[in-house]
């Protein structure tokens, strides 16, 4: 019963906190994506690659951005959210 709730209250909490996905139109030509939008578009970017399928208007990463700044804020949370783990997980046979 545990689990069934920490499972519950997991997509609630990641169901609010996709409001801002890429490509749902909160960025516009005078206001585009940053760094920090960058760092969390890329920590949410398996989340949005499901909800593209759906859903033509989502997209895992903003076309309106700042640029190069985005760009580095995409790549490190890609690298340090999902490449990072790797290097934390034992290893079979290690003792």
């Given at each position: 019963m545990?689990n069934a709730?920490l499972?519950i209250?997991?997509?609630?909490?990641?169901f609010?906190?996709?409001g801002?996905?890429?490509?749902?139109g909160?960025?516009?030509?005078?206001?585009?994506?940053g760094l920090?939008?960058?760092?969390w578009?890329?920590?949410?970017?398996?989340?949005t690659l499901?909800?593209?399928?759906?859903?033509?208007a989502?997209r895992?990463?903003?076309?309106?951005?700042?640029?190069?700044w985005?760009?580095?804020?995409y790549?490190?949370a890609i690298?340090?959210?999902?490449g990072?783990?790797?290097?934390?997980r034992?290893?079979?046979?290690?003792?």
């Amino acid at each position: 019963m545990k689990n069934a709730k920490l499972i519950i209250i997991s997509v609630a909490i990641l169901f609010l906190l996709s409001g801002c996905v890429p490509g749902d139109g909160s960025s516009t030509i005078d206001d585009p994506s940053g760094l920090f939008s960058g760092i969390w578009h890329g920590w949410i970017a398996p989340v949005t690659l499901i909800w593209g399928i759906f859903d033509n208007a989502i997209r895992i990463y903003e076309p309106i951005n700042t640029g190069w700044w985005y760009d580095f804020g995409y790549y490190i949370a890609i690298i340090g959210g999902f490449g990072g783990l790797s290097l934390f997980r034992k290893k079979k046979g290690d003792d």
